[in-house]
């Protein structure tokens, strides 16, 4: 499923938010609330998601995997995802 093409650009990002979705364990909504601000370098040096659950409020601290990194890259100047300054 990650290499399939899509036809429509817009399912395109959703099989990207369900792929990061599968690497991460995090739910749709909390990732359409995350931030760069919720990306850290862990102690093992590599970048981590850190944030918290919206539901739950729980803390989160995931790994970030190479595919993971590829979609934060590839979305970090698409409009649909650029914050809002209003």
Known sequence: M??????VERLD?????FVFSCYTGISYVD???????????????DKWIIS????????IKVPLLDPVLELIKKYED?????VSET
């Open 2 to 7: 990650e290499t399939y093409e899509f036809p």
């Open 13 to 17: 990002r959703v099989r990207d938010l």
């Open 31 to 45: 990732i359409k609330n995350l931030t760069v601000n919720n990306i850290s370098i862990g102690i093992d040096g």
């Open 52 to 59: 918290k659950r919206q539901k739950t409020n729980t803390p």
């Open 78 to 82: 698409h409009p649909m995802t650029l």
